[in-house]
């Protein structure tokens, strides 16, 4: 490494089946999913915090390149050969830059953003998402210095309260589920909004891994009830045809929390993909 620091967190069995966990905007690794199933599976869910995020200390040229740099060398550190990984909202691209690495065995994105910058999707987005992804393009550094002078942890928690649907909302103002949403974001913002701001200008960019490059299969999950315009605009359609092994699902009576609404078909699909490797 080059000096940084690199933190994250783990459950479940140290031998257990692993699965990688890129988390949603301005999360930390204290703040997983699916505690139950990853016992009742016999998995091992590690979350590495983004650079600039929680315990891992910044990095001023991070990239979604960089930051697959940066999960590989944990994974050889712990002896980890191929893990599958989820990637929940904005963590959809990072997850997508590690498997463009060659470093997992299966995909599954949850709730993930699209790449919004990708022509074809952009015609879907909203107007107000479209402006942003037009203002980075535009200039990514005046984008992040304005960006970063107007948004605290508070104000992130507030803006996905209020882009959540009513049953989305109904599990997050849930007071413990509540308690440990906003204790990871003040965790994210703890060293300055820098970490975060840099991952929603890499997040609303044209990827540094194409969908159509992945061999390893990808599942995406999305609820039909999601109201979020910073997810994917179609719901996955546009992003699932892109991927050579894709499977969508698109339930209907999910929201956008469905990472912790239906974490153990998540799970067991993937747990299912790592071990059959074995």
Request: net charge negative.
């Given at each position: ?6 933190g ?82 904005q ?5 997508v ?18 790449e ?118 179609d ?44």
């Open positions: 490494m080059d000096g940084r620091r690199l994250w967190s783990e459950w479940g069995d140290a031998h257990g089946a692993p699965v990688l966990f890129c988390t949603g905007a301005g999360m930390t690794s204290s703040f997983g999913f699916g505690a139950d199933a990853i016992r009742e599976l016999g998995a091992r869910l590690i979350c590495i915090d983004r650079p600039g995020l929680g315990g891992s200390t910044p990095d001023p040229d991070k990239s979604l390149v960089s930051y697959a740099r940066d999960v590989t060398a944990v994974l050889r550190s712990e002896g980890i050969v191929r893990p599958a990984v989820v990637g929940f909202s963590g959809a691209p990072f997850a830059a590690v498997a463009g690495v060659n470093a997992v065995s299966a995909v599954a994105l949850v709730a993930g953003q699209d919004l910058a990708y022509p074809p999707t952009k015609r879907l987005l909203h107007p107000d998402v479209a402006g942003l992804v037009a203002a980075i393009e535009a200039d990514r550094e005046g984008f992040e210095a304005s960006f970063a002078s107007r948004v605290d942890a508070e104000g992130l928690w507030s803006l996905i309260i209020g882009m959540s649907a009513p049953e989305d909302r109904a599990l997050y103002n849930e007071p413990a589920f509540a308690a440990a949403y906003r204790r990871s974001l003040a965790e994210g913002f703890a060293q300055g909004p820098a970490g975060y701001v840099r991952d929603l200008t890499l997040a609303m960019s044209r990827w540094s891994t194409q969908p159509e490059a992945l061999a390893v299969p990808v599942s995406l999950w999305y609820g039909k009830r999601d109201t979020s315009p910073v997810h994917s605009p719901l996955g359609a546009t992003l699932s045809s892109r991927f050579p092994h894709a499977s969508l699902h698109v339930l209907p009576d999910e929201g956008g929390s469905l990472l912790w609404t239906r974490s153990r078909d998540i799970l067991r699909e993937l747990v299912g993909r790592v071990t059959a490797r074995y």
